[in-house]
C-alpha cells in the first residue's frame, strides 16, 4: 500500500509539472456610454486595465467589450494613455467613440492595441502653442496614438486631426522661447523663453 500511495504522489506531481498554468487574459466590459471614471464606463475600464490588468504589452494580454447598444460614447476629457497591451472589441453593430473635436482618442505607452468594430470620430491631436518665437508642439495621433503594434479589424477612423501647434511671435528681449509640446501630453505647451515643451505621454 505505501509503494501505491507512492506511486499516485508521483503521478499528480508529474501532471501538475506537464501541464503548467497560464495567466489568462482579463476581461473589462463597457456597459455604459457615460465618459465618466465610474465603473462600467470606458475611462473606467482603462483605468483598472492600467493598474490591475495582466501585465505586458500583446494585445491578447487584456480585453475591453463594450454591452450591445449603448450608442455613442463623447469625450469630455482625454482618455488615460493605456499602459498594457489590450484587445478592445466591441459587437459587430460597431462601437462609435468621439473626441467632440477636442481630444485624442486613443494613446498607448509601452503596450500594443487591437480595435474590432469600433469607429473613432472627431478625434483631435493638437501640439501646444510655442513661446516668444518657438516653434509648435507635434500633433500626432488624432484618432489613435501608439507607442507599439495596432490591430484593426473592422474599424473606421472619421473626421479626425492631427495638427501641430501655433508658432509664436519673438519679442525682442534677448533670449529665444520654447517649442510647444506634443499633443500625446495633451498638448501642454510647457514651453518657457528658455526651454521647449515635453514629447512624451504623461503617464
Known amino acids: 500500500m505505501f509503494i501505491l500511495r507512492a506511486v499516485k504522489q508521483q503521478l499528480i ?3 501538475f509539472s506537464v501541464f503548467p498554468l497560464t495567466a489568462m487574459a482579463t476581461v473589462y466590459t463597457v456597459t455604459s456610454n457615460a465618459d465618466t471614471n465610474t465603473a462600467g464606463t470606458l475611462r473606467y475600464a482603462i ?8 501585465s505586458g504589452s ?5 480585453t475591453i467589450n463594450f454591452n450591445a447598444g449603448l ?3 463623447t469625450l469630455t476629457s482625454s482618455l488615460p494613455v493605456i499602459t498594457r497591451g489590450v484587445s478592445i472589441v466591441a459587437p459587430s453593430a460597431g462601437q462609435t467613440i468621439s473626441g467632440n473635436l477636442l ?4 494613446r498607448t505607452f509601452n503596450s500594443s492595441l487591437s480595435l474590432t468594430y469600433v469607429t473613432v470620430t472627431q478625434g483631435l491631436a493638437l501640439g501646444g502653442a510655442g513661446n516668444n518665437g518657438g516653434g509648435g508642439g507635434l ?19 472619421n473626421n479626425c486631426t492631427a495638427q501641430g501647434g501655433a508658432g ?6 534677448g ?7 506634443a499633443s500625446f501630453c495633451n498638448g501642454t505647451a510647457a514651453a518657457t523663453s528658455t526651454s521647449g515643451g515635453g514629447d512624451y505621454p504623461a503617464v
Open 103 to 106: 481630444y485624442g482618442v486613443f
Open 175 to 181: 533670449v529665444y522661447g520654447g517649442g510647444g509640446g
Open 13 to 15: 506531481v508529474l501532471a
Open 139 to 157: 500633433g500626432a495621433g488624432g484618432a489613435v496614438y501608439i507607442d507599439g503594434t495596432l490591430t484593426l479589424g473592422n474599424t473606421a477612423f
Open 47 to 54: 483605468n483598472q486595465l492600467n493598474a490591475s490588468g495582466t
Open 168 to 173: 509664436a511671435t519673438l519679442s525682442l528681449t
Open 58 to 62: 500583446a494585445a491578447t494580454n487584456n
Open 71 to 73: 450608442g455613442q460614447i
